[in-house]
């Protein structure tokens, strides 16, 4: 994967989880507590999971050019649906990645049959 891809995916990751972390703090009065409870460490195993999500070989970014000489086709996506699947990918990290990976894992096993 190109590296600084990879880095900007990683960082935008961390924006958006401290945005929910920084929401979920937030008091109705404009003020700020830090809550340490079981949503934090669920934010960092979630964050945990984008390096493996990141890594999936069905979300590798691809540009035209080398979609064009693979013979593969880029599909569009819309901008918000693509914000609202990274919001997804944040809140339910290890179950997307679960999932993830047994798709992997029956990708993996349908191409070795072939």
Known sequence: MNKPIYLLRVALQAV????????????PDGTFTIRIGFFLPWLILSFICQFY???FVG?????EEAAEKKGEHLGEINFFLAVFLL?????????????FYYWDKRLKEGQGEN
Do not use: A, E, H, R
């Not at 958006?16 to 008091?27: A, D, H, K, Q």
């Not at 979300?59 to 540009?63: F, G, Q, R, V």
């Not at 919001?87 to 999932?99: A, E, K, R």
């Open 16 to 27: 958006l989880i401290f945005g929910i972390y920084f929401l979920y703090c937030s008091n």
């Open 53 to 55: 999500l990141m890594k």
């Open 59 to 63: 979300l590798y970014p691809i540009s």
């Open 87 to 99: 919001i997804i990918y944040d809140l339910l990290g290890p179950l997307v990645t679960v999932g």
